[in-house]
């Protein structure tokens, strides 16, 4: 959505240099890990392992751009995007927003660049206090950031409402009088409300019935051009994002394994774990169906509380290898593979002979992880989550 991106294509340098310093970015992500203690113990709680629910994220979101975060249920999408807000500890890393470190921020300061960022949940109805009108929903923002004061604040509503589709009326309203798709809408009217420079959306439309998905994707189009927003949109569902999206990153177990620009990233997928990703996608023409490639992820995401070593989708991988794989982590680069630009950045030791068909895909032999294995040390019977879908 945003033009901000510059074509490394028409770069003196190819981009490579450039891209980093030209680029206007809003949100400086830098190896941000998030790790959970896991608490045992009747007396004294000891730790007996974590959960490394982020583990290592290195991404930057420009101003006025729309970047979409995708992958599996439980791979750390959510405590990112909360910790982007501060609203999570980061273990590690550090998260430089519009020039200012927000570490180094604290009460006060703090507070009032909080409203430079919100967040948009999926469950609308949840996250909004189901006592409070949403006259009053709204005013409560406004107010905590002295936003708004008399006869300003009455306009003020009217205008939020405008902007989201819903009608005066709806100030004296409750969140259950409304249908999904409009209590979003005033999910997203209170995050507007205090006037923020980035929005992250958490799977902002998948609560919603597949025909008000479009409303509220165009809704959150039109706002960020009419307000100048910044979005990361974190989304499981890769249509969603691929139609929302200026860029795209795709994380796995913790970080990110491959991103770029969303039109090339569906064009090009180059990391085995995107490629399998995206040959889920069913395609309308039943040809391209019966031809395209399939790639089938086997067994389920491993648990967050033991991850693989080396590259954490080796455990899953078709193309794994015997060599690197299974022993060393791979960084997010760039690859000289024909028709990846500059700003494709991918995070396997191989991808430039997958690419090349030198390396071909194999059956993976399906692994079970043992979640007790390096989680504790105290020699102790370990409890811990055994699978994602146990945990939390
Ligand atoms: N407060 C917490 N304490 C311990 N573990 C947590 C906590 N919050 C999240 N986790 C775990 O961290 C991992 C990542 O969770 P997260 O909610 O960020 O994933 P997600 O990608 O948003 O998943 P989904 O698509 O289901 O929303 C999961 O294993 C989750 O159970
Ligand atoms: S580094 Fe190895 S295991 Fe990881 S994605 Fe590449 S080929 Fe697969
Ligand atoms: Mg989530």
Redesign the pocket.
């Known amino acids: 959505m945003s033009e901000q991106t510059p074509d490394p294509a028409t770069e003196p340098d190819g981009g490579a240099t450039t891209a980093t310093a030209e680029r206007d970015v809003l949100v400086d992500v830098r190896g941000v890990k ?1 790790h ?3 608490k045992r113990g009747i007396i004294f709680d000891r730790t007996v392992g974590h ?4 583990d290592g994220m290195d991404l930057q979101i420009l101003r006025g751009e729309t970047y979409g975060l995708v ?12 910790a982007l807000l501060q609203l ?1 500890e980061l273990t590690e890393g550090e998260v430089v927003f519009d020039g200012t470190d927000l570490a180094s921020l604290k009460g006060e300061a703090l507070r009032r660049r909080r409203h430079d960022m919100q967040m948009v949940f ?1 469950d609308p109805l949840g996250s909004l206090d189901p006592r409070q009108t949403v006259e009053q929903l709204l005013l409560e923002g406004m107010k905590a950031h002295g936003l708004v004061k008399g006869q300003d604040a009455h306009e003020r509503l009217v205008g939020l409402l405008q902007a989201v589709g819903l009608p005066k009326t709806a100030l004296q309203k409750y969140p259950h009088e409304f249908s999904g798709g409009q209590r979003q809408r005033v999910g997203i009217a209170r995050a507007l409300s205090v006037d923020p420079k980035l929005i992250v959306a ?2 902002p439309v998948s609560a919603l019935d597949v025909s008000v998905q479009a409303q509220v994707v165009n809704l959150l189009e039109d706002l960020q051009e009419e307000f100048g927003l910044t979005y990361l949109v ?1 989304a ?1 569902d890769l249509a969603v994002v691929r139609h929302i999206s200026d860029r795209v990153g795709v ?1 796995y177990l ?1 970080s990110l394994v491959e991103e770029a620009d969303a039109d090339d990233l569906y064009a090009l997928p180059l990391h085995p774990y995107t490629r399998a990703l995206m040959s889920a996608v069913p395609v309308p023409d039943p040809v391209v169906e019966d031809s395209r490639e399939q790639i089938l992820l086997a067994g389920d995401l491993p ?3 033991n991850p693989p070593s080396g590259c954490r989708f080796h455990t899953r991988c078709p193309w794994r290898q015997e060599t690197r794989c299974d022993t060393e982590r791979p960084e997010l680069r760039t690859l000289q593979v024909e028709g990846a630009t500059q700003s494709h950045r991918v995070a396997c030791h191989w991808a430039e002979q997958i690419a090349s068909g030198e390396l071909q895909p194999h059956a993976v032999e399906i692994q079970v992880t043992d979640p007790t294995e390096g989680a504790s040390d105290t020699g102790e019977e370990f409890f811990g ?1 055994a699978s ?1 879908s ?3």
């Open positions: 998030v959970f203690p896991i959960v490394y629910a982020v992958g599996e249920s439980g791979c750390g999408k959510s405590t990112f995007g909360r999570e999926q958490d799977e974190i499981h994380m913790g648990s967050p509380a989550p994602v146990e945990v939390g």
